[in-house]
């Protein structure tokens, strides 16, 4: 059965009622599940009270190297184990990881002016697999290691992007908003690469939606299958949309498809 690799991204992981909610759907999932997470509000945090300002660009958190020890605890520290935590109260037997353990996904510095920005390839399966066969769910955070041996900060869209294809896995990408929205606000239930062009073209499309709908897009051309891009805050969308039904005899969420 082909894994679930479920992205968790933005304010979820500052509320366990949501968790909570979360982790009860997961229980009903029948497939081998992998969390990928991220943690940007978490980073937020750290850096702001460490008194330091923090850009992006295109998306993505430029990552001075001083900041990487603050980065890396907020991500692979406090938000992978408070995941863990939470998934291991809701009885899955979960196992804290990083992109980089026993070589998972492989980790370059994507360009020189994001600082320690990680882009993150394909590496060796065997560790999740062996995860997945022996009923474990792994969660990993999207910190990763370079052949350099310099740890870098990867977008945690990407990240879940390259974990899914090391598995031939089903990809969802669930955030704070309910998937893509277009001009008007409203919810673009199926996005081609066509319409995500022109939606980023005219910018109604930004910021990291434009990362996660790259990232998704590519999922859909590499699986050959549709990903999802959805809220982890409607409990009852949230349990339709991973048990792969329609709620309401509508689809949960923004598909994107190729
Ligand atoms: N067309 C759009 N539809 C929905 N959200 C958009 C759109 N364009 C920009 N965004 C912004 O992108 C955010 C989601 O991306 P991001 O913050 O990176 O999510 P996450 O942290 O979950 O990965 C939304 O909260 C919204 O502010
Ligand atoms: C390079 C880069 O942008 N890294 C992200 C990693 C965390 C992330 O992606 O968190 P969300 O999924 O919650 O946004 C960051 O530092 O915010």
Not at 142 to 171: F, H, M, R
Request: hydrophobic share 45%; aromatic share 2%; proline share 3%.
């Amino acid at each position: 059965m082909k894994p679930l690799v479920i992205k968790l991204g933005g304010a979820v992981l500052n509320n366990s009622l949501a968790l909570d909610n979360l982790f009860a759907a997961l229980q009903q999932v029948e497939q081998p599940i992998v969390l990928v997470h991220g943690g940007g509000v978490v980073v937020e945090d750290v850096l702001a009270k460490t008194g330091f300002v923090s850009e992006k660009l295109d998306g993505l958190r430029i990552t001075p190297k001083e900041q990487i020890p603050y980065v890396v605890g907020a991500l692979a520290g406090t938000s992978n184990k408070l995941l863990l935590a939470q998934a291991l109260k809701a009885g899955l037997s979960a196992v804290g990881l990083c992109l980089s353990d026993a070589g998972s996904c492989k980790v370059s510095q994507m360009d020189a002016r994001l600082g320690h920005v990680g882009e993150a390839s394909l590496g060796n399966p065997a560790l999740l697999n062996s995860l997945i066969e022996l009923g474990h769910v792994p969660v990993m955070s999207s910190i990763g290691i370079g052949e350099d041996g310099e740890l870098y900060n990867v977008n945690a869209d990407q990240a879940a992007l390259a974990v899914c294809k090391l598995l031939q896995g089903q990809l969802v990408l669930l955030s704070d908003v309910a998937g893509v929205l277009d001009q008007d606000k409203q919810l673009v239930a199926e996005l081609n690469s066509a319409l995500a062009d022109k939606l980023i073209a005219d910018g109604v499309i930004t910021d990291g939606m434009t990362v996660k709908v790259k990232a998704a897009l590519e999922a859909a051309e590499f699986l050959q299958t549709p990903v999802s891009l959805a809220s982890w805050k409607d409990p009852a969308k949230l349990a339709s949309l991973l048990a792969g039904q329609t709620y309401k005899g509508e689809s949960v969420g923004t598909q994107v498809t190729v």
